[in-house]
């Protein structure tokens, strides 16, 4: 995650022998909103964040966000802190039990309360302000788990309007597997459908696809040339799935 974008130049994932800041870029350490341990302190800190992290706890929520932040105020790396902070969240509650899968991303909500996020971690000292931070922690949760529980019935509905439809279009047997195969990769390569075992022949998948483009339920991304395969587009599910607003036909439920 670190070996490409910001930050690829800094030694990514190596603790950090130098002293960093946060504060407003191109300022002085002077001016710094946070300066976090000295380098040679770090090992020591960092044993303890260990211990604390492997512990059991009453409430692992809580531990988490104490996790959190003293990742942040320790700020092991010299960049890409904040990414491996807010990863920590589903590795932690994924090796807790408390998820199946690793997938609760919180990057989302504390972007949109940075301020109040970045406030939190900079007034961290006495006791009323780690209950203000753990209060604002455990917000942050509910409200991300709200919206993740929201986008998968959306995309649950989504499925069961698209099987229909595309069942109606194509009148073919292939009709699941074809969108089980764009629900597992959304964006795709024409030719990646052509070689899969529960595909049918290279020109029946082709005319299936013309007809869900023909439809408006694929966007094409790109044309065909030459030997280079089109590239096609699930869009409704992307939307869903960065939290854009989706139309979705209500999903008549079938006794059982």
Do not use: C
């Not at 044993?47 to 092991?76: C, K, M, T």
């Not at 917000?139 to 595309?166: C, F, G, P, V, W």
């Amino acid at each position: 995650m670190l070996k490409s974008g910001r930050g690829q130049d800094k030694e990514p994932g190596r603790i950090r022998i130098e002293q960093n800041w946060i504060g407003v870029h191109g300022r002085p350490i002077e001016e710094a909103f946070h300066v976090p341990p000295e380098a040679h302190l770090l090992p020591q800190f960092i044993d303890n964040w260990l211990e604390y992290y492997r512990g059991e706890s009453p409430d692992p929520l809580v531990q988490l966000a104490v996790i959190h932040a003293q990742f942040e105020i320790l700020h092991p790396f010299m960049d890409g802190n904040g990414r491996i902070g807010r990863l920590l969240v589903p590795l932690f509650l994924y090796e807790k039990r408390i998820l199946s899968e690793p997938v609760f991303y919180l990057s989302a909500y504390l972007e949109a309360h940075r301020d109040e996020y970045e406030q939190g971690l900079r007034v961290l000292s006495g006791l009323d302000s780690w209950n203000q931070w753990i209060l604002f922690f455990l917000r942050a949760i509910e409200s991300q788990a709200e919206e993740n529980a929201a986008k998968a019935r959306d995309i649950q509905t989504l499925y069961e309007s698209l099987k229909r439809t595309i069942l109606d279009l194509t009148r073919s047997q292939y009709a699941v597997p074809l969108l089980d195969a764009m629900f597992a990769k959304p964006i795709f390569r024409s030719s990646e459908l052509f070689d899969r075992p529960e595909m049918p022949s290279q020109p029946a998948v082709t005319h299936m696809l013309n007809q869900l483009k023909e439809a408006g339920v694929l966007t094409l991304v790109r044309e065909a040339a030459g030997r280079r395969p089109q590239v096609l587009m699930l869009e409704k599910l992307l939307s869903i799935a960065e939290g854009r607003e989706v139309r979705l036909p209500a999903v008549a439920q079938v006794p059982a």
